[in-house]
């Protein structure tokens, strides 16, 4: 091939990529008519299909798949019929009036393609100045990842996240090698094949999903019951300090009896009034079969075989006008059970991945968990809405004097919401291993699981990016839905750099991982989806991801390290233990007289808050190492550190990456909890602690090009502790971790201390 068409064919792939698709175009177009070019003729017109289908022109792009049709490489041919297949049906949806079938109207923000049903594209590589691209043939190694074309293999570091379209091609590159597939900004999927005849599985034990079930109510109804009684604790001490009024008589009753009648009706009515909610706040409306049966058969064939076998109606449709994918079940009942969906999932998953994730859901009304759950929702999400509320109202007042009380209302309503969610994020885990399994049953189909699952990752990942935070039906949604958007940050925009087996092994080796799972509401990904590859070598598929075997080596004493704090408390019960028989012991033998002091046990307490305060001074050091230029980590070695399965947050890994800031703006982000760097290596999770006094605020740099400097933490989120915050014009902000976890020690101390010396 001529230079000259290498380095144009080269520029092409690297606009198309970038999101210029009409430099591409103009870039490949010469080539893709040549025909002396051979291979490099063809890539053209592979990558002229992806660009015209983007920029909308769906006539072009369909010439030209015809075109390859023709060719002589059956590869080729299986690839462009694939995409003449997903062309035609985009060319007829445009025909179509959606708006007439559901009610709602285009998202302003859609991308031409935006109905091509496939993953997102992964961010965009592009070569340096000093590296020039090479020419690579990848040959075939197996027979179910078969060569197509060879591509130029682009080693590059720099990087510009692109906004990502909202459904490229669904198996668009499935004869494609992953790196070549990577290359044109698609994800390669295996397409595993589904079970033709399947045995049913073993009968899974339910006694722990039921008791967890029964222990989130119990959890929700205490912690309520506790914030109940101090509000009106609260309220009758204000009004005895105040003059001329006094105390109701009514607060100083006991809450129980009443507080668990109200549960028990919310949960009986909640079908109604989570459909009043979710169409108020968030545009829910009716969705109907015929319109489900357009987007996928299979989903509207399994849930009407599902509900006839278990003589169940069938449950009632919703839809979210959300780009995200998402999908969620809620009722007190089968016979009233509501199964809502968003457009961004019917947009961005294929038929079978469609019908499998309704699957899941069907497993939750068969286990009967979606009750509590409906539950959980309906007390939570009018709360989150008063901190929306009050959050905007707060942005809304130019004085800081008034600002700062509104901000600290907010504040604290936000972590009345987290508290009351909490109750409920073991059961949340635990149900979705339960779902996936009736789901995989139902279908035969658990290689679809994964695709889908993987797919609604990269789908709510490609919305944070595009949004630039966590929008609030996210984050108010989320104990209920699929996959959680803390997990999909990484893992739905790491694909261009990392593969998934590598990016989830951690989830599959390390032997710690469960411990780091305690505060999420979704569990580990390559956790649940090892499982479902069991099921799929239980009725001998292939599997679409393939996990290696090999154990993780993780040193015990790191571990012990990392939960010092933590196991400071049972070595401050064996201290109390031994202070309470020293003195026993003492008095007994009349040597000395103090076991007035500890006749009421308080000085346990002394003990524990010591124990806590010096595990977490032995772990300072090592969970905040000093950060020198030598050891500093940068862009190019996230992947590195994001596929290591022996790392623990205790491994600080000190980095310096660049970046876009994303996340919400104003009071709703006043406690840092949305903080989110879009590098060229994909989305990580920022902790940051807010340090009184700085003239620079977190949130005055979000949405800026900034560095970040601080440790990196491979836990079950991948996240940064932010040291410091630097702009291009200078502007830093520092964050004092480290200076916290003292001052926490500290108090812990000398609180503990005091307790232990006066009883």
Not at 146 to 154: E, G, Q, S, T
Not at 178 to 186: I, M, P, S, Y
Not at 259 to 282: E, F, M, N
Not at 492 to 512: C, M, Q, R, V
Request: hydrophobic share 45%; net charge positive.
């Amino acid at each position: 091939m001529p230079s000259h068409a290498k380095s144009s064919l080269e520029a092409g792939l690297v606009a198309l990529k970038q999101g210029n698709y009409q430099t591409a175009i103009a870039q490949l177009e010469p080539i893709a008519s040549s025909q002396s070019n051979g291979t490099a003729s063809l890539q053209a017109q592979v990558g002229l299909v992806m660009a015209y289908a983007r920029t909308g022109e769906v006539s072009q792009a369909i010439a030209i798949s015809q075109n390859l049709i023709e060719s002589n490489n059956p590869q080729v041919q299986e690839w462009a019929t694939r995409a003449l297949e997903h062309l035609t049906k985009r060319k007829k949806r445009d025909r179509e009036s959606k708006n007439v079938e559901t009610g709602f109207v285009a998202f302003e923000n859609s991308t031409p393609d935006s109905s091509l049903n496939s993953p997102s594209v992964t961010p965009p590589v592009t070569p340096t100045s000093e590296e020039k691209p090479e020419v690579e043939v990848i040959e075939t190694k197996s027979d179910d990842i078969p060569a197509m074309v060879p591509l130029p293999k682009l080693k590059a570091t720099v990087a510009t996240p692109l906004p990502p379209p909202t459904a490229p091609l669904n198996g668009f590159m499935g004869s494609v090698t992953r790196t070549q597939a990577k290359l044109f900004g698609v994800i390669y999927w295996r397409q595993a094949q589904r079970a033709k005849a399947w045995q049913p599985l073993r009968k899974p034990k339910l006694i722990p999903l039921r008791l967890l079930t029964a222990g989130t109510f119990i959890a929700l109804f205490w912690v309520m019951r506790e914030i109940l009684k101090f509000a009106m604790g609260f309220i009758n001490l204000t009004l005895v300090k105040l003059p001329y009024l006094e105390p109701l008589q009514l607060l100083y009753s006991n809450p129980t009896k009443l507080l668990l009648t109200v549960l028990v009706i919310l949960i009986a009515v909640s079908p109604w009034l989570l459909d009043l909610l979710l169409a108020k706040l968030y545009g829910q409306r009716e969705f109907s079969k015929d319109v489900l049966n357009g987007h996928s058969r299979e989903a509207v064939r399994v849930l009407q075989r599902c509900c006839q076998q278990r003589h169940w109606p069938l449950p009632k449709l919703r839809i979210l006008p959300i780009a995200a994918p998402i999908i969620l079940t809620y009722g007190s009942l089968p016979r009233n059970a509501r199964i809502v969906v968003s457009q961004g999932l019917l947009e961005q998953l294929a038929d079978d991945e469609i019908a499998i994730i309704y699957a899941t859901q069907l497993g939750h009304i068969a286990h009967w968990d979606f009750a509590v759950m409906s539950l959980l929702l309906l007390v939570t999400l009018p709360i989150y809405k008063l901190y929306q509320r009050i959050s905007e109202l707060a942005d809304k007042i130019s004085g800081k004097v008034w600002r700062w009380p509104v901000t600290i209302v907010a504040s604290l309503v936000y972590g009345i919401w987290g508290l009351l969610t909490g109750t409920g994020l073991w059961l949340s885990r635990l149900r979705l291993y339960y779902s996936d399994r009736v789901a995989s049953e139902i279908t035969g189909n658990p290689n679809a699981l994964i695709r889908a699952l993987l797919k609604i990752s990269i789908g709510i990942a490609a919305d944070i990016q595009k949004e630039e935070h966590t929008s609030w039906q996210l984050e108010s949604l989320n104990v209920l839905t699929p996959v959680s958007h803390q997990q999909s940050l990484s893992l739905g925009t790491i694909a261009s750099n990392l593969s998934f087996e590598s990016f989830l092994k951690w989830d599959t080796a390390n032997p710690y991982r469960q411990w780091f799972t305690i505060n999420n509401s979704h569990p580990l990904m390559g956790d649940r989806i090892e499982r479902l590859c069991k099921i799929a070598r239980h009725w001998h598929l292939d599997t679409e991801l393939h996990f290696a075997s090999e154990p993780s080596r993780v040193k015990r004493q790191s571990f012990l390290l990392q939960i010092a704090p933590w196991l400071g408390i049972p070595l401050g019960i064996l201290f109390a233990a031994l202070v309470w028989l020293t003195w026993q012991l003492a008095f007994a033998l009349k040597f000395l007289n103090l076991k007035w002091i500890y006749e009421d046990w308080s000085f346990i307490t002394g003990c524990l808050l010591i124990g806590f305060s010096v595990g977490t001074v032995m772990r300072i050091n090592s969970f905040f190492p000093d950060i020198k230029s030598p050891t500093v980590q940068t862009d190019d070695y996230l992947p590195n550190l994001l596929a290591d399965p022996s790392a623990l947050p205790i491994d600080s890994v000190s980095v310096r990456l660049v970046g876009k800031l994303l996340g919400r703006q104003g009071t709703s982000n006043s406690l840092a909890q949305d903080l989110i760097l879009q590098s060229s290596a994909g989305l990580v999770k920022l902790h940051h602690i807010s340090w009184l006094g700085q003239s620079v605020n977190h949130q005055d740099l979000i949405g800026r090009q900034i560095i970040v400097t601080g440790w990196f933490r491979r836990g079950a989120t991948p996240w940064i502790d932010i040291q410091t915050l630097e702009t291009q014009s200078g502007k830093t902000i520092h964050s004092p971790h480290p200076i916290w976890s003292t001052f926490l020690a500290v108090a812990a101390q000398a609180l503990g201390a005091y307790v232990f010396l006066t009883g």
